[in-house]
């Protein structure tokens, strides 16, 4: 399930999205921290804010990664 490349190709379009978001949009990162909680004063700048993408499975023998 979700392992053909167009599954990814979104994911890492919903990635891109979301680090042009973090660094370009100030009012984003407000409304952000008021779902999720949180004081942004104490925030990393954008420059320091990661997008990271991690692949999970409950199967490490069956991994198949359509792009390797």
Do not use: C, W
């Not at 379009?13 to 990162?29: M, R």
């Not at 490490?60 to 792009?67: A, Q």
């Amino acid at each position: 399930m979700y392992t053909g490349s167009a599954a990814l190709s979104r994911l890492f379009n919903q990635g891109y999205v979301s680090g042009e978001l973090i660094h370009n949009d100030h009012d984003f990162i407000l409304k952000a921290y008021e779902k999720i909680g949180g004081d942004f004063t104490k925030t990393p700048s954008s420059r320091k804010r990661k997008v990271t993408f991690a692949i999970i499975t409950s199967k490490p023998d069956k991994f198949d990664m359509p792009y390797s």
